[in-house]
């Protein structure tokens, strides 16, 4: 019963990232109109830039074509599976949610890429001219915080080895 409790947690915490990465995406393009503006300061560390963004994770993997396009689809579609899979394996809570984070952000970029042919990025964290991140939206947040955290845990909560085991080694 509770790995079903850790499913439902982790696939709502997906569908809700998804949710809220198209609306936020929904709400640059049609009623910002972002694409045109190209620019609106919100703060003066932060403004909302449009990117279209048509590779992976800091700009690896740029599908230059339709058919890289389609493949990089497929990738990426291909991972987002293998997250799923695992999510639904998963017996820790926590890792449940960070998955689920994972796989909603991973299915709101592929659906961008099968609209639009890119992911649309608009979220711009600056310092001056220093920007620590690249232009990023909702799903690259969830997937960022996903994955440190089933890094953190991972790290975090090592079993110790059995001290018969050490004296073996």
């Known amino acids: 019963m509770a790995d079903m409790r850790h499913r439902i947690a982790g696939f ?24 045109a503006k190209g620019l609106v ?6 403004d909302l830039r449009w990117v279209e963004n048509f590779g992976v994770s800091m700009g690896f993997l740029i599908a ?3 058919s890289e396009r ?3 689809v497929g990738l990426t579609a291909l991972i987002a599976s293998c997250v799923a899979v695992w ?8 890792d449940a949610i960070a998955l689920g984070l994972v796989l909603g952000g991973a299915l709101g970029n592929i659906l961008d890429r099968v609209r639009f042919g890119h992911v649309v990025d608009f979220l711009d964290l600056h310092f001056g001219n220093w920007h620590p991140f690249l232009v ?16 953190l845990r991972a790290v975090l909560t ?9 004296a073996n080694a």
Request: glycine share 2%; charged share 20%.
């Open 136 to 151: 990023f939206n909702v799903a690259d947040a969830a997937i960022t915080i996903g994955v440190l955290l089933l890094v």
């Open 12 to 35: 709502a915490a997906a569908a809700s990232i998804f949710a809220a990465d198209q609306a936020t995406k929904w709400a640059v393009i049609h009623p910002l109109d972002l694409k």
């Open 87 to 94: 999510l639904w394996r998963e017996k820790q809570r926590v």
């Open 41 to 46: 300061t919100l703060l003066p560390i932060f």
């Open 70 to 72: 389609w493949l990089l």
């Open 64 to 66: 230059g074509s339709n």
């Open 158 to 166: 090592r079993e110790k080895k059995d001290p018969a085991e050490n």
